[in-house]
């Protein structure tokens, strides 16, 4: 508490040495912009940062493919109205929330994405980065044949050390029984060289094109350099607007590591096995987590934050493959960490562009400043602990006892942080709504683009 009113009094002491903006400047700052200028209104700006927001949340997010099985004689209401509301409620919107409340968790998994994308696509001759991303998205599922299905072997030269077969005869693929989506382990090279689509084929599959991409870059761009405008042109940027442009500038990084994967894919490739064959795959070696449900709690919070909780799950228990699926990353983890941890650093650093703002009241004044602090300092802690995770997996026999102190450090952190990150954000989305109640008219002056374009 005495921590909190020192703060409290340095701000209120920062807020009076600013002091307000004297009325006459104000007055006549809004009279030479009514010459020049037309107004801009409350609702332009509205709606100028939501459709940038909902780029950014919405529209920006590549999920990885959500398997459902088709299920035969569905009723109208079940195919048009409760299967589509299912899959909003239970997938969607989920990570819809994810990308509004923690946008650089959504740039980390795309960075962890990316990587392993790489990886992979070196593994088998003629493969882009764009198959890598089709792997890792749960593009190849594993199916049962029915009993009564005659097969052959998929690649006769595999037949003792695969199980993988080609359904003959007439066969009716709604009788297919889903069993779960493939690692790359899983399938032998010369089967992937057999059954993969060809890089055109994967985009055909993909909702989305480079136009359309570049539509949502050029929107992004487009309010970042009006937000540039205003401040060459010592106008205000509105707290809504701030929060935007640091959406915006994550946008831009997670658009340029998903830009090879596939948008809204919603079937995978079927892979055929036999009743008979085994139903063994590669993710057997997965880690359990701790009994105990308070430690357990903890774990999950920390190999989340950094992004290595692929390393608990067992792909052969799951329908589908899981929502921030990336893969098992090793050696590469700490690296997929650091950067966008420094990025979602910079994330909370945009939003002290209006940390000299004129709040309403002292109450808002005070809730952003610590909000803001509070954001930059969540990610710092996961950049350290990603730095450590680096240094010490080149190390031979374990990290230093030095290392080791820090890492119990970064964990207490985080699992003390990571509550007041969340509430952190939500007190910016809505200090960000609430002080547009009150707002500068200096706020609702246009930017003056005669300015910069030379001209005699």
């Not at 044949?145 to 003959?168: C, G």
């Not at 487009?222 to 994550?250: D, K, N, S």
């Not at 939500?426 to 706020?443: E, G, H, K, Y």
Request: some cysteine.
């Amino acid at each position: 508490m005495l921590i909190l009113l020192f703060v409290y009094s340095l701000m209120q002491g920062a807020q009076s040495e600013a002091g307000p903006i004297p009325a006459s400047i104000e007055r006549r700052d809004v009279a030479s912009c009514d010459r020049q200028n037309p107004q801009r209104t409350l609702a332009n700006i509205i709606w100028s940062c939501l459709s940038t927001i909902f780029l950014c949340t919405w529209v920006a997010v590549h999920p990885n493919i959500h398997f459902r099985p088709e299920k035969k004689n569905k009723h109208w209401t079940e195919k048009w109205l409760l299967c589509p509301l299912y899959e909003f409620v239970t997938y969607k919107l989920p990570l819809f929330l994810w990308a509004l409340l923690i946008p650089e968790y959504i740039l980390s998994w795309a960075v962890r994405q990316y990587l392993q994308a790489g990886v992979i696509s070196k593994k088998v001759p003629g493969w882009t980065r764009t198959h890598g991303h089709f792997m890792i998205m749960g593009g190849f599922h594993l199916f049962r044949l029915p009993p009564d299905v005659s097969s052959v072997p998929l690649h006769p030269e595999y037949s003792k050390t695969s199980d993988y077969v080609i359904p003959l005869g007439r066969h009716m693929r709604l009788e297919d029984v889903p069993i779960c989506p493939l690692e790359f382990e899983d399938i032998p090279v010369k089967i992937l060289e057999i059954v993969a689509p060809t890089e055109a084929e994967i985009k055909d599959k993909s909702k989305s094109d480079v136009l359309t991409k570049l539509i949502v870059l050029v929107q992004t761009m487009w309010f970042v350099l009006q937000c540039i405008a205003r401040g060459a042109q010592h106008l205000p940027l509105t707290e809504l607007e701030v929060v935007t442009l640091a959406y915006a500038m994550l946008n831009l990084f997670i658009y340029l590591f998903w830009w090879d994967k596939p948008q809204n894919v919603e079937c995978p490739i079927r892979l055929y096995k036999t009743v008979e064959a085994s139903a063994e795959t590669a993710s057997e070696a997965a880690k359990g987590w701790e009994e105990s449900w308070s430690t357990r709690w903890m774990e999950k919070i920390i190999w989340y934050a950094v992004g290595a909780q692929d390393n608990y799950i067992t792909l052969r228990d799951q329908r589908s493959i899981p929502r921030f699926w990336s893969g098992r990353l090793g050696s590469l983890l700490g690296q997929a960490g650091m950067g966008p941890s420094i990025l979602g650093a910079a994330f909370g650093a945009v939003h002290c562009i209006a940390w000299a703002s004129q709040f309403p009241s002292g109450a808002e004044f005070v809730l952003w400043r610590l909000s803001c602090v509070s954001m930059i300092t969540f990610p710092f802690i996961v950049t350290v602990f990603c730095t450590c995770w680096i240094m010490g997996w080149g190390m031979k026999g374990g990290s230093p006892t030095s290392m080791g102190i820090v890492l119990a450090i970064c964990v207490v952190l985080l699992i003390l942080s990571a509550s007041l990150y969340t509430i952190s954000r939500i007190a910016t989305l809505v200090i960000s709504f609430t002080t547009l109640r009150s707002l500068p008219p200096t706020a609702f002056m246009t930017v003056d683009w005669t300015t910069f374009i030379p001209h005699i």
